[in-house]
């Protein structure tokens, strides 16, 4: 690909997608005006009740003032608020699908995700011209920006396509636009396929980047497809408005409107560069300039899971917040909410939030005020969180409190089940040339000790320098999870593992030396069997009787055990330690910030 501009991208966004997982799961719901609603505020509206006037953000009431025969289902509560599980698994469900066939696909909400399909595209070329020139195929839901009108005319569209697919067919020298039919061809199939598997059907954009495919996606829908060609959008922009693209719906466009007069994209071209730079910094003034061009250069970045995970609730009139025991609550909530869903991601997607944000509204001579701050996140303990939260909004609020969001993000790897283990036994078989290794590979309870000692030693004995390092960057060190630290560079990652394993295991091995067991651990009774007279030891921490010839394999297990839970309480325990002798936690936490900020620059 010579040009990011000859790229075949598609977005592929759920038909009222609440209304029809609704429906999915009540099928005599199907077909009939159908509403979701949460909070009595109507979020989802299904094609039938939209024909009859029924809108999105309006109360349920007013929806059945409008439409008498409406149906209303309010989404499920969890949490004391709205609970979107169900939502996102069905949309995890697409995922499913449109994975089996992409790489390159990102999930951009929790029904819509954009796939780079130029290198599927390439392959089926040559096949797929062939199937359109035989008229094998007849793109039954496809449009075609420029040859047809707005409306979702049958007659209108399938003449406009015809006469597209000729000229694309007879005109070898236009590649972008054989290569866009072959795309169309593609998603027919891909659209087909969800309806099948999963019972939705879905609308799609074809084009060459994510702002055309966005903005062509929506141009018919249901159940429709829409190319956009680059001819086509000299044309199409006059009559855009400007907030109806991908990234000028907020702020930007809003300036754009004001200060430069701009009420549709083709109102953009007329600007330079250094116009817009009068305005905006100069990579956005980049950016408007291209886009007016339909220019847009971002990647599809394959990301099957969303950037963040948020707990939210606004509190309308009344129920409004207004006294700390009320956020206490309701934070609480909210980082219960907030947590079930990290810990769900954590096992689907072995990854790990870094970062929290707590943004908050509340109001001020009945004007909205918003904030929103972030910080480190060390740990998913919904205590944790909820006091963080709390410390957070209480310093900088006033009543009443309108909305609270609690929003999880910069997400890093972490290792997969069983890693901590395994990093055990690595320890165990680089130690097995010098003693003996254990029956599993896993290392002796003396052998761990001799670890333990051996790495704290190493911590003494290094320079110092890193750790220092290191400290400053976190001065919580022992509350930052691995894979936090995974983010930092090779020789502070190495500094701190030692440190961290030095730290935990110390604890272990003063046990182990003092408590007179190998194993570290409380036995709690010991008998003699009477059959095979063989010693039972009574385990102190399973309660069980162990045959005294596998009672030090058995405290191994509960070792290795111990160890992966002391490693990550650990994290909870020193930090109510090292609170009372750190730095202010504001300077903390901007530290962190802008040095995870360094990294993603
Ligand atoms: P959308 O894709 O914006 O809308 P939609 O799928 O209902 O309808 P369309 O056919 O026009 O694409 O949103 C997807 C779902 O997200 C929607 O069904 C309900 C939910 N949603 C919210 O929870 N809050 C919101 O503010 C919006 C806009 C949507
Ligand atoms: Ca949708
Ligand atoms: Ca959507």
Known sequence: MSSPEDRIIVLIDMDCFFCQVESRDQPHLKGHPLVV????VVLAVSYEARALGVTRFIRSEEAKKKCPSINIVNSPISHGKSDNTKYRMAGQEVIQVLKQHC??????????????????????????????????????????????????????????LQRWLKQVLDDIHDDQARRL?????????????????????CSAGISHNKALAKLACGLHKPNKQTILTTSEIPELFKSIPVNKVRNLGGKIGKQLMENFDCRVMADLMRFSQQELMKTFDEKTAKWLFNIARGIDHELVTPRLTCKSIAASKNFFGKAAIT?????????????????????????????????????????????????????????????????????IISRNMQMPIVLISLGANKFVEVQKTGRFMEYFKRDGEKKSSETEEGERGRPRVEEMSGIALKEKKDVLESDG???????EIFPDLEDIDQSVLQLLPIELQNEATLYMKGKDKSEECKNTISGGNSSGMKTVRSEVSSGNRSLKIGCGECREMIPGDKYSEH???????????????????????????????????????????????
């Not at 609603?37 to 009595?40: G, H, K, L, Y």
């Not at 027919?188 to 598997?197: F, G, Q, S, T």
């Not at 320098?465 to 400290?471: E, F, G, R, S, T």
Request: charged share 35%; aromatic share 6%; with cysteine.
């Open 37 to 40: 609603s949460q909070n009595n």
């Open 181 to 201: 039919a072959t795309a169309a061809m593609i998603v027919e199939e891909l659209r087909k396929e969800i309806l099948e598997k999963c019972s939705f059907t």
């Open 465 to 471: 320098a890193n750790l220092v390092k290191l400290k």
């Open 323 to 391: 006294d700390l025991e009320g956020l206490k609550e309701w934070v609480g909530e909210l980082a219960g909410d907030l947590v079930e869903r990290l810990q769900q991601d954590l096992e689907d997607n072995q990854r790990r939030a870094t970062t929290l944000t707590v943004s908050f509204q509340y109001l001020v001579e009945k004007k909205t005020v918003s904030q929103s701050k972030s910080c480190g996140m060390g740990t998913y303990k919904r205590e944790r969180i909820a006091e963080t939260a709390f410390d």
């Open 555 to 601: 405290c191994d297990f509960h070792i290795a055990q111990n160890l992966q839970e002391s490693f990550n309480q650990s994290l909870e325990y020193s930090r109510t330690r090292i609170r009372d002798r750190r730095s202010p936690r504001r300077n903390k936490t901007r530290r962190i910030e802008s040095y995870f900020g360094k990294l993603e620059d």
């Open 103 to 160: 790489e390159t696909m990102e999930r951009a909400s929790i029904d819509e995700a954009y796939l780079d399909i130029t290198k599927l595209v390439e392959s089926r070329l040559e096949s797929s011209l062939n199937t359109l020139r035989d008229q094998k195929t007849s793109l039954a839901n496809t449009f075609v920006v420029g040859y047809s009108g707005v409306s979702n005319d049958e007659a209108e569209r399938s003449e406009g």
